[in-house]
């Protein structure tokens, strides 16, 4: 969701975060969405990668640990936006190497 869509609006301290986020991370030139409800505001970056937000702080999925059969997860305090960005984008890189984008929406992007 843009930022201008939400103008006037009184926004709630996890949807103010994840839009924060949002901007740190098209610094990076990571394009994002930013979904709202129920008190959390998710983040979607990439196939595999969407960070929640509480307002308090930010998570993400990291890998897969098979001994016990549960995700394991990262985070970041969410009043640190652009260092939460840089961590994020890190991980976007892991998956963006490992998820390509497919042949029919690459040839549609600019």
């Given amino acids: 969701m843009p930022a201008s869509e ?11 975060m994840a839009i924060q986020l949002q901007q740190e991370l098209a610094r990076l ?3 994002s969405d930013v979904h ?3 008190g959390l ?20 999925r990291t890998g897969w640990e098979a001994r016990r059969q549960r995700f ?3 985070w970041h305090p969410s009043m640190e936006p652009s ?3 840089h961590r994020i984008a890190f991980r976007y890189a892991q998956l ?6 497919s ?6 992007q600019p």
């Fill in 6 to 16: 939400l103008d006037g609006a009184i926004l709630v301290p996890a949807l103010n």
């Fill in 29 to 31: 030139r990571i394009a």
């Fill in 36 to 38: 709202n409800g129920y």
């Fill in 41 to 60: 505001a998710l983040v979607s970056v990439w196939v595999g990668l969407i960070v929640w937000c509480d307002g308090g702080r930010f998570w993400w």
């Fill in 72 to 74: 394991i997860y990262d």
């Fill in 83 to 85: 260092l939460a960005a």
């Fill in 96 to 101: 963006r190497a490992s998820h390509p984008l």
């Fill in 103 to 108: 042949t029919l929406v690459a040839e549609v």
